[in-house]
């Protein structure tokens, strides 16, 4: 792991594809997963987290479950893993947005996402057994805080 220095959250679409490539590489080399990632960025809100160095993460928000944010995809560069990265880049979506809920998911085998989401305190809310058979998908959310500091459950 490297130390990350500050990152700036820039907003990004489309266009941006090869910057994201420089986070994750098989970008570059998997046309069904660039083209996956392409309409992912068009149909949300999405950002790189960037430094001097270049971008080390992204993450892009969709409206696509039920309505509400969804964090599609979060992923932060191997190199500047557990540097702060995918926490600050999920503290922004969270707050940007409206909806008094944002959801996520992740395979049950992502154990540092699964810590992550314990650490910022995503709740767990439900699984999918046949996305990747033997691999559940883990569901989670995080309510928005209302002017107590409560989470607001509807």
Do not use: Y
């Not at 992912?40 to 928000?61: H, K, Q």
């Not at 932060?76 to 880049?89: F, K």
């Amino acid at each position: 792991m490297t130390q990350t220095p500050p990152v700036d959250l820039v907003p990004i679409g489309r266009s941006d594809i090869a910057r994201l490539a420089e986070v994750d590489p098989r970008l570059a080399h998997d046309s069904g997963l660039s083209a996956h990632v392409s309409e992912l960025l068009d149909a949300g809100l999405s950002w790189v987290a960037a430094t001097c160095e270049g971008p080390v993460g992204f993450a892009i928000v969709t409206r696509r479950f039920f309505g509400f944010p969804f964090v599609d995809l979060l992923f932060v560069h191997r190199d500047h893993r557990r540097a702060g990265v995918a926490r600050a880049l999920l503290a922004h979506c969270e707050a940007a947005h409206a909806a008094d809920r944002i959801f996520t998911s992740t395979n049950q085998s992502n154990a540092p996402m699964r810590g992550l989401m314990e650490r910022l305190r995503w709740r767990a809310c439900g699984q999918i057994d046949a996305l990747d058979p033997g691999d559940p998908e883990l569901f989670f959310v995080k309510f928005r805080a209302d002017s107590r500091g409560a989470p607001r459950e509807s």
